[in-house]
């Protein structure tokens, strides 16, 4: 839409054509020499201005080399590094000493190995190394028998001797160190050797390779590592195709090859760290960025441009100053024009839009009708915060060029502030065009967006009003249609809702909600119960789960997962679970020596001073911190923000233990677990519910257990209800199992009589043996 035909025609009209100029009168000779020293007062600023970008450019080019180079090099040594984590999985493990030490499994190897490696780690040569010889070989993720198999022992064995020399002296010192201390002989077991593992840059059969090299040792000690020298799990990558593409994707660097020689002027490179300092030398090159050369580029033609624009004006100046009454008239009027247009996307401003709306509403009836769509963009304060305001303002100013497409003639796009906006489509009495132009525009937000060089993805919620259906009041719609936003992103964001009368009776009863969460919070209204938490064996109680209960005075109990999503909408969170662990803490701190289990979500986890405030609770409360367990959810690991990283080391740090929840539910991403070592893992109830009803429910809590046994990781099965699921459980060697079997969220009474009772019966502090029964007949 026109904004000048928005706007009413109230801007000043521009000047008719052939409107005749005053006389300009012509300036002596003081005038040229004012123009020409003004002249000369810029060039020569333009000039130092020039030579001092050359400089800088020069120098930031040549930091720009440097820091690459470094950076290069740094990852060459960390893929290096990184083989071993690819072997260890397959050398370190019973399995595998079995099967090659003692007899060669050639398709259980190449299994497990040589085409493990080659699918999910895009190693192209696999060995094992039998003593001097080859015992199985893989190409490319093929199997080939070993005397056919290409293999450059001049390469590859000396990595293999280093590994088999370090490994014999290694067993060496375990055996003289068990021998001095005297331990009594064990047939049935060995003394633990640690796997011994080498890695470099060679040339293998003339063409540069990453060699990895690790002994294949046991890892619980079932099978007895053999006296004479270990089998060696050798991996090959060449660096050519795959190795420079993951570089490339890493790095982002543009155009790496490997060369023989020394890199061109317009190629950067680094020399290949080959193990051997008498290889014949090879470079890892690519195209560098100079960001001085291309911020030079960018800035002299604007430096030219001011000079010209400089020297324009200061000859406009004296050769029309006549003109200066007229010009000041017409930049009135562009001011005045330019108060209706955003500066930043050039749509309609808020003033623009109510101005438009208002008419607009004066002209609607039933069959020709006037739709608002609201739209609030998702996820832009996380561009903001990651990529910086400029580059949310670049963003912003393209998604208001493409929703200002999207109007059509006779409608309005305006910017409504921040990340919303505000579109007008004239729409007929068919309620189903209403919803065509939103599925459009959810496409047109969706589609990919090229900022700076970079594809940035933005999704948005829309929320839409009809006028006259819901109002002839320009505020009103507006107001609703933010409503309608508001149950597009409750119902999970990228969504498109048309305004319901119920949506407002909703919305209003989420915020008598947050009222009344709060008046609970700050006054007593809510209370923590307690579910147990028993070992395997479905007997003895080791710990309970604090959970927060809210029984409302008129509606009764209000079900958590209505208020907690509410607490953490309105803010609410932190405060509620500061709350739930001050108070567990008091009622259980008598409790001998049972574990607590307490809830924290990731906001929380965005305070500075997190570990701080627990610390300060315990002291508090006197709680021992070895008791208590904080349990969060996978998705504040996959968010990677290193403060919560920070804080969770600093809360080990003091002795809590970290429980990693409903694991399973979301990304469950090995990497994460890795990375920051948890103590526990809780399966999540869904699997556990499916046993004995699928097939792959049992399968994957096998293969959970296994992983955290082998990771030193404690695991607890939630939602355990039968004793099928009990005995299943039992089988695979879970830890510890919670559920509505052994009792529900139950209050600290319950518990302290419990105690109590087995107190009695045993003698001790602590209950041992669980009464199955006691808390589940009085909670449910």
């Known amino acids: 839409m026109n904004l000048g035909e928005a706007s009413g025609g109230d801007e000043p009209a521009a000047s008719p054509k052939g409107r005749k100029r005053a006389a300009i009168p012509r300036f002596a000779g003081p005038g040229d020499r004012i123009i020409i020293a003004v002249a000369l007062v810029v060039v020569a600023a333009i000039a130092a201005m020039g ?377 007929s009495s068919d309620d189903a065009e209403i919803e065509r132009h939103g599925e459009a525009l959810l496409a047109t937000l969706a589609e990919p967006i090229q900022v700076a060089g970079q594809t940035l993805m933005i999704g948005g919620s829309i929320g839409a009003t009809v006028a006259p259906d819901h109002g002839l009041s320009a505020n009103e719609l507006i107001r609703l249609a933010d409503i309608a936003v508001y149950r597009a992103k409750a119902e999970g964001r990228g969504a498109f809702r048309l305004f319901q009368p119920e949506m407002e009776s909703d919305l209003r009863h989420r915020r008598e909600v947050e009222i009344e969460l709060a008046h609970a919070l700050k006054h007593g209204g809510l209370e923590v119960h307690y579910q147990p938490q028993l070992a395997a064996d479905g007997e003895t109680l080791i710990g309970c789960e604090a959970l927060v209960r809210w029984m409302h005075p008129t509606r009764g109990a209000i079900p958590p997962a209505e208020f907690m999503p509410i607490a953490e909408q309105a803010g609410l969170v932190t405060e509620l679970d500061m709350w739930v662990l001050r108070r567990a803490c008091q009622q259980a701190r008598n409790w001998g020596n049972l574990k607590l289990g307490v809830n924290l979500s990731p906001v929380d986890f965005r305070l500075r001073n997190l570990t701080l405030r627990i610390g300060e609770i315990l002291e508090e409360t006197g709680f021992d911190p070895r008791r208590l367990e904080i349990e969060i959810t996978e998705n504040l690991l996959f968010g990677n923000h290193p403060d919560a990283f920070n804080e969770l080391a600093g809360l080990r740090s003091r002795g809590v233990r970290i429980a990693l929840d409903d694991f399973g539910s979301g990304y469950s991403s090995l990497g994460y677990i890795r990375r920051f070592r948890v103590d526990s893992i809780k399966i999540d109830k869904s699997f556990t519910q499916n046993i004995g009803r699928s097939d792959d429910a049992p399968a994957i809590i096998d293969c959970v257990v296994r992983l955290a046994r082998a990771l030193g990781i404690t695991v607890t099965a939630e939602g355990v209800e039968t004793r099928e699921q009990l005995r299943y459980l039992q089988t695979v060697g879970c830890h510890n199992v919670q559920g509505f079997l052994f009792g529900a969220a139950a209050p600290a009474s319950h518990i302290e009589t419990l105690i109590a009772r087995t107190a009695n019966v045993s003698g001790d502090t602590v209950p041992r043996q669980w009464v199955r029964g006691t808390v589940t007949s009085s909670a449910r």
Not at 346 to 368: E, F, I, Y
């Open 51 to 427: 030579a001092f970008s050359l400089v800088a450019a020069e120098r930031i080019d040549a930091a720009s080399r440097q820091r690459w180079s470094e950076l290069v090099t740094e990852t060459l040594e960390r893929r290096a590094a990184s083989l071993e984590r690819d072997l260890a999985s397959f050398a370190h493990w019973d399995e595998s000493v079995l099967r090659t030490a003692y007899f060669l499994d050639v398709d259980w190897v190449h299994r497990n190995f040589g085409r493990w490696l080659h699918d999910s780690q895009k190693h192209d040569r696999s060995y094992i190394v039998l003593d001097s010889r080859v015992g199985y070989a893989a190409i490319d993720g093929e199997l080939v028998p070993p005397e056919k198999a290409p293999f450059d022992a001049a390469a590859i064995m000396p990595l293999v001797r280093q590994v088999q020399d370090a490994y014999m002296a290694n067993a060496a010192r375990v055996a003289a160190e068990v021998e001095q201390r005297g331990d009594p002989p064990d047939a049935s077991a060995s003394p633990t050797v640690p796997p011994v593992f080498r890695a470099g840059y060679v040339r293998h059969e003339g063409r540069p390779v990453l060699i990895g090299a690790i002994s294949i040792t046991p890892d619980y000690g079932r099978v007895i590592s053999p006296t004479r020298s270990p089998p060696v799990a050798v991996t090959v990558l060449f660096l050519e195709g795959k190795f420079l593409g993951g570089l490339a994707s890493e790095l982002h660097v543009t155009g790496p090859q490997l060369a023989e020689a020394m890199p061109a002027d317009d190629r950067m490179g680094v020399p290949i760290p080959f193990a051997d300092p008498n290889a014949r030398p090879a470079w890892l090159t690519w195209i560098p960025e100079n960001p001085g050369s291309l911020l030079l580029g960018a800035l002299l033609p604007a430096l030219i441009g001011t000079a010209v624009l400089l020297l324009a004006a200061a000859a406009i100046v004296l050769w029309y100053a006549r003109r200066a009454t007229y010009d000041l008239a017409e930049s009135e009027a562009l001011a005045s024009r330019l108060a209706y247009i955003d500066p930043l996307c050039g749509l309609a401003n808020r003033a623009m839009l109510m101005r438009v709306l208002a008419d607009r509403l004066t002209q609607v009836t039933p069959c020709s009708r006037l739709a608002l769509f609201f739209v609030d963009l998702d996820g832009f304060k996380d561009i903001n915060d990651t990529l910086g305001h400029h580059f949310g303002d670049l963003l912003l100013a393209e998604v208001g060029s493409r929703l200002n497409a999207r109007v059509g003639k006779g409608g309005l796009a305006a910017r409504f502030g921040g990340d919303e906006f505000v579109l007008l489509i004239p729409v």
